[in-house]
């Protein structure tokens, strides 16, 4: 009550003036960028795009998405680079994450977050290179990947070992935020659950000056599977995947804000700042 009495007291000694002194807090904005660091060569489309029966392939983009502002330099995705993933792949056109995010100026201790989508490992993997971030990831994901997914009948494709321990390491570490579905995590920056790519994938849409961008990660692969309305086709459910890129549509300003995961023309329809390097704008 004698908070209630102070409180009433402030309000009214500013006369006409808000609270604030009439400065309204500008919103957040942040610079977005897609960073490429590597190309999968001769990637079947059937792989990527759902109920696709042609025998194309395309030179796939692996990237990483710098956000900065807010006094944060963020990651979405932290990329691979473990030697193991280069027997098992042929990789093209490899710079370390780290290494490519240095391209705009920073370093790798002064990334403070990084934002997983999911724990494949291309996604995933570089996560460690970045030892002072706080790492972000959906609950359900490292619930299902630290503990069931190993368990018989669990499913764990595409998920390396070495990263599992890593996520621990950085959950021990006290580093680690467990996300429960959708969630504004830092001002201006949301995270959604991502329709099933993973156990519980997410996206994230981030606020810049030219409106909300969708950053969509693996949950939606191409522009092909937006275009065409198709669902990726390495979903555990495509019905929940297609509602996830319907509501991308619905948050993005603008669809051309809304950015693939490994679609190349997303280095092509956006202004080059730096080699291998554009700005989502
Ligand atoms: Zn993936």
């Given amino acids: 009550?004698?908070?209630?009495?102070?409180?009433?007291?402030v309000a009214c000694s500013g006369g006409l003036q808000p609270a604030d002194g009439g400065l309204k807090a500008a919103a957040t904005q942040y610079?977005?960028?897609?960073?490429?660091?590597?190309?999968?060569?001769?990637?079947?489309?059937?792989?990527l795009v759902g109920d696709d029966k042609s025998d194309r392939k395309l030179d796939i983009a692996m990237m990483v998405w710098l956000i900065r502002g807010g006094g944060h330099n963020i990651l979405f995705d932290a990329g691979f680079y473990r030697p193991q993933f280069f027997k098992t792949w042929?990789?093209?056109?490899?710079?370390r994450p780290d290494e490519a995010v240095a391209r705009l100026g920073v370093k790798p201790d002064e990334i403070t977050d990084v934002i997983l989508s999911h724990a494949h490992w291309d996604h995933a993997d570089g996560t460690d290179l970045f030892p002072k971030a706080q790492v972000w990831i959906q609950k359900d994901e490292y619930a299902y990947y630290t503990a069931d997914a190993w368990q018989p009948g669990g499913k764990h494709g595409g998920i390396d070992p070495e990263d599992v321990d890593v996520f621990l390491k950085a959950n021990i570490g006290g580093r680690l935020h467990l996300v429960n579905g959708d969630q504004e995590i830092l001002p201006g920056i949301r995270v959604?659950?991502?329709?099933?790519?993973?156990?519980?994938?997410?996206y994230v849409s981030v606020a810049t000056r030219s409106g909300t961008v969708v950053l969509a990660s693996d949950?939606?692969?191409?522009?092909?599977n937006l275009e065409k309305h198709a669902p990726i086709a390495q979903t555990f459910d495509r019905e929940s995947n297609l509602r996830a890129q319907d509501r991308m549509k619905a948050i993005a300003t603008k669809p051309e804000l809304i950015v693939p995961g490994h679609d190349p023309a997303v280095l092509t329809r956006f202004p080059k700042v730096a080699a291998g390097v554009v700005r989502i704008d």
């Fill in 1 to 9: 009550m004698i908070a209630a009495v102070v409180m009433l007291a």
């Fill in 31 to 47: 610079e977005v960028y897609a960073i490429r660091y590597a190309t999968l060569p001769d990637f079947p489309v059937a792989g």
């Fill in 90 to 95: 042929k990789v093209h056109d490899f710079v």
């Fill in 192 to 202: 959604y659950i991502g329709g099933k790519h993973t156990w519980q994938s997410q």
């Fill in 219 to 224: 949950n939606m692969y191409l522009y092909e």
